[in-house]
Nanobody, 122 residues
Framework: QVQLVESGGGLVQAGGSLRLSCAAS????????MGWFRQAPGKERELVAA????????YYGDFVKGRFTISGDNAKNTVYLQMNSLKPEDTAVYYC???????????????WGQGTQVTVSS
């Protein structure tokens, strides 16, 4: 079993930055794919960023446009999402996800954190 705990969400003004963290524990391996997804009220969950380490691929949602960066610290079993130039439309609950293979869809991930709220004010 894998446990994921997100942190770092909060309220920020438009144009500001936040860094989300996802601490992983349990039976997780450094080769696991790690992803960030988000869900805004009334909308479907969508990919923000994913790192598929087994194939050496990193994906970003189309809306990211160079504003966000996914990174990780294998020694700490932690994945980060650095978000810059935040916009009000980035307001959502952000979820961390993990899977032995992963992909660009939320259906590709077996393990999920509880989510952290990000609110961007205009």
């Amino acid at each position: 079993q894998v446990q994921l705990v997100e942190s770092g969400g909060g309220l920020v003004q438009a144009g500001g930055s936040l860094r989300l963290s996802c601490a992983a524990s349990g039976r997780i391996f450094s080769s696991y794919a790690m992803g960030w997804f988000r869900q805004a009220p009334g909308k479907e969950r969508e990919l923000v960023a994913a790192n598929r380490r087994t194939v050496g691929a990193i994906y970003y949602g189309d809306f990211v446009k160079g504003r966000f960066t996914i990174s990780g610290d294998n020694a700490k079993n932690t994945v980060y999402l650095q978000m810059n130039s935040l916009k009000p439309e980035d307001t959502a609950v952000y979820y961390c996800a993990a899977d032995s293979s992963g992909g660009w869809s939320d259906r590709d991930y077996d393990y999920w954190g509880q989510g952290t709220q990000v609110t961007v004010s205009s």
